[in-house]
């Protein structure tokens, strides 16, 4: 059973970074596309960012240049580094991970088993 577990949101000003981390288990990370997504209450999920199983990296238009997706594949856990935030990016942000038969098709992968989630607040 494939589990992914999210941490590193918090509450930070404008301007300021946080990383968020995504520890997982349960299946063949290493063999799998993972992604960031993030969701505002009443919103739409969107997506964020992809990393494939060869470290290749896709970002929506608004989080190039600011957001960086990463991988560790020896320690199960992706990444997602978040520098110049801005209130808007203020949303619960939530780990991905590609699976056959995933209802969610974003950047190329297909994704179908999710974290909890993580809270990100950007105050101005």
């Known amino acids: 059973q494939v589990q992914l577990v999210e941490s590193g949101g918090g509450s930070v000003q404008a301007g300021g970074s946080l990383r968020l981390s995504c520890a997982a288990s349960?299946?063949?990370?290493?063999?799998?596309?993972m992604g960031w997504f993030r969701q505002i209450p009443g919103k739409e999920r969107e997506g964020v960012a992809v990393i494939d199983i060869y470290g290749s990296t896709n970002y929506a238009n608004s989080m190039k240049g600011r957001f960086t997706i990463s991988r560790d594949n020896a320690k199960n856990t992706l990444y997602l580094q978040m520098n110049s935030l801005k209130p808007e990016d203020t949303a619960m942000y939530y780990c991905?991970?590609?699976?056959?038969?995933?209802?969610?098709?974003?950047?190329?992968?297909?994704?179908?088993?999710w974290g909890q989630g993580t809270q990100v607040t950007v105050s101005s």
């Open positions: 991905a991970a590609e699976e056959l038969g995933g209802l969610v098709w974003y950047l190329g992968c297909r994704f179908g088993s």
């Open positions: 349960g299946y063949a990370y290493s063999n799998s596309c």
